[in-house]
């Protein structure tokens, strides 16, 4: 076989692959629909962020995704400790140490609000939104380190919550999403005094909900006690052993995190990260939490109403591994039922309560595949090719890479030789791929700060055949608006690659709306957009 028959022969196998695992699916239904998890929490768990960056284009992408794995409940995303700069209060980015203001931070998470809204109204109208009555919650959050923790700083942070929940207001107000301030509020960072003065300045804002999803660090039982705690174990009497880390109190805890110093009392999303010395111990940090709502009720103040549960076990794969004795690497799962365990063994039921969300926080991007073809935009950097293989969980076999120029598509196969393989470019950042898997496997990668999508009005240069872009144009809600934004007559098609459903929903020019599969386009979403000729697309 010469040189030519060999590269045409591997065009082949790709073409036949990746259509084979595109099409075969078509008359499947959908595939691989998250269930829920019981009436507490509603569905299952979310995926909160240690925000890398304030890039508004790495913000909708998360939103898309949200939607189309369903997500409700609650999520936190994580800026960092307290700022003041140039006159604005702000965050220190916890991902890259970078000052970013209130304003930027609510143009960033108005982007996550656009990509939700939309996408999640798309899988609605079509009746695949498994959850259609459920809310979603966004905590933005900050916490009480550093030394710009200060009333004027709560009242900023409460302040950008009331804003955005006022965006969702105005623009999505079917939406169900509700926008709430957090903290990490963690007795080691810093003094109750201070905590408590941030606190009093989020509270002056009213009507905005401040969730606390710290710890509770040095409290009873702590970790010098722990190793002697059964779990039908008391806490000590009144006045004896209920204090935590740096002065903090139970008393302190209990303020701050439902009491919430006369705010609203949202309910604390606790840290529940250590795991339990053995089967018959509890996890120590959701002990803590549990006495903390028992001094409560014993000094005569209600019962802590939990939100949910925070765990960091994808926070823990990301950096290879959190190695701490016990590990702090609890899954979702684990850290919520390890909490309602606690909170369900004082014997007469004095802080009995259920939880409503898990959340687990992640320093990565990341995506799940089904088996099958999952398309992601990527918002990581750029991978050589010859890392894939050591990049990219075991059940993927294969990747994909739409070239427009070439009309056709650049492959990875995992276990070919280099010299096989025409992605010789690797993954690259801002562009789709389409990853082929043999079942369902977590990927995961730093995000990039150069990511971007195109800009608004951008001209996009087709040639004739099928051209995949990232849509960087607005919103087009109904197949109508597809046809009036994509007007030059050549366009005779589009396609968007649904991975839940394992097809392609279309849009043919000139078909009824009835017939379209494809309803709407979303910025910051992947398309094939067909064409008769070469010309020019602008995405308004």
């Not at 010469?2 to 008359?27: D, E, F, K, P, Y």
């Not at 970078?98 to 109208?125: H, L």
């Not at 002697?228 to 139970?250: F, K, M, R, S, Y």
């Not at 802080?351 to 990581?380: L, Q, S």
């Amino acid at each position: 076989m010469n040189n030519a028959q060999s590269h045409a022969w591997r065009n082949t196998l790709a073409w036949a692959t990746a259509l084979l695992i595109m099409w075969t699916a078509v008359g499947v239904g959908l595939l691989g629909q998250p269930e829920r998890a019981g009436a507490d929490p509603a569905a299952d768990p979310t995926t909160s962020r240690y925000v890398p960056n304030t890039t508004q284009g790495w913000f909708l992408e998360q939103g898309l995704y949200a939607a189309d794995e369903w997500t409700v409940g609650g999520l936190v995303f994580a800026f960092g400790r307290p700022d003041y700069q140039s006159g604005s209060y702000g965050t220190r980015i916890i991902g890259s140490n970078e000052f970013a203001n209130v304003a930027d931070m609510r143009v960033a998470v108005s982007w996550f609000i656009d990509g939700y809204s939309n996408r999640r109204e798309q899988w609605e109208r079509v009746g695949l939104f498994p959850f259609p009555n459920d809310y979603l919650t966004i905590v933005i959050g900050t916490s009480n380190d550093g030394p710009t923790v200060s009333y004027a700083h709560g009242q900023a942070w409460a302040q950008s919550a009331q804003a955005l929940q006022s965006y969702v207001n105005a623009y999505y107000p079917n939406a169900k999403i509700r926008v709430s301030g957090g903290v990490d509020l963690e007795p080691g960072f810093g003094t109750y005094s201070d905590a408590y003065n941030w606190v009093l300045g989020y509270n002056s804002v009213p009507n905005r909900p401040l969730y606390n999803f710290g710890s509770a660090d040095g409290c009873w039982p702590s970790q010098f006690d722990y190793a002697n705690v059964p779990v039908e174990a008391q806490p000590p009497p009144l006045g004896i052993g209920w204090v935590c880390d740096n002065g903090w109190t139970h008393d302190n805890i209990d303020t701050l995190s439902f009491q919430n110093a006369a705010g609203m009392a949202a309910g604390p999303l606790p840290e529940i990260y250590r795991q339990p010395l053995s089967s018959s111990y509890l996890s120590q940090n959701a002990w803590q939490w549990a006495k903390v709502s028992l001094w409560a009720v014993l000094f005569g103040r209600p019962r802590i109403q939990f939100a949910g549960s925070l765990s960091q076990s994808g926070a823990c794969a990301d950096v290879g591994g959190c190695s701490y004795s016990p590990p702090t690497d609890l899954s979702p799962q684990a850290a919520f039922a390890q909490l309602y365990a606690a909170l369900y063994s004082d014997p007469v039921g004095r802080t009995a309560w259920t939880p409503n969300w898990w959340t687990d926080i992640r320093w990565h991007d990341n995506f799940d595949t089904k088996a099958g073809a999952t398309e992601h935009v990527w918002t990581g950097s750029t991978v050589p090719m010859n890392q894939l293989a050591g990049k990219l969980p075991a059940a993927v076999s294969a990747v994909f890479g739409w070239n427009n120029a070439t009309q056709q598509f650049n492959f990875w196969y995992r276990g070919f030789p280099d010299s096989f393989q025409t992605l010789t470019a690797g993954i690259q950042t801002s562009k789709a791929y389409m990853f082929q898997a043999t079942g369902a496997s977590d990927i995961h990668f730093p995000p990039s700060p150069s990511f971007a999508i195109p800009a608004q009005n951008s001209a996009f240069a087709i040639v004739a055949g099928a051209n995949q872009t990232v849509w960087g144009g607005s919103n087009l809600a109904t197949p109508s608006d597809i046809n009036n934004v994509l007007s030059n007559p050549s366009v005779t098609a589009v396609f968007w690659w649904d991975n839940s459903g394992q097809q392609f929903r279309f849009w043919y020019r000139g078909f009824p709306d009835s017939f379209q599969t494809l309803k709407s386009m979303q910025k910051g979403a992947s398309y094939f957009i067909q064409s008769s000729a070469v010309g020019t697309i602008f995405m308004n």
